[in-house]
């Protein structure tokens, strides 16, 4: 089940919606969520790659 909830959240969109990826960033959470230790690199990698993209204030 870890496994598909990995694959839904690699799939979300952001764009560049600063709350949907705040809201993105809280899906990695051990306790609460997905664990990150749980992830590869790779899958990392590419999370961080989306979540920088959504502009800050």
């Not at 709350?19 to 959470?29: L, R, S, V």
Request: glycine share 8%.
């Amino acid at each position: 089940m870890r496994d598909e909830a990995i694959e839904l959240a690699l799939g979300v969109e952001i764009g560049e919606d600063e709350e949907i990826a705040d809201t993105y960033c809280g899906i990695f959470n051990p306790e609460y969520g997905i664990p990150p230790e749980s992830l590869d690199e790779a899958q990392l990698g590419f999370i961080l790659k989306k979540s920088m993209s959504s502009p800050r204030t």
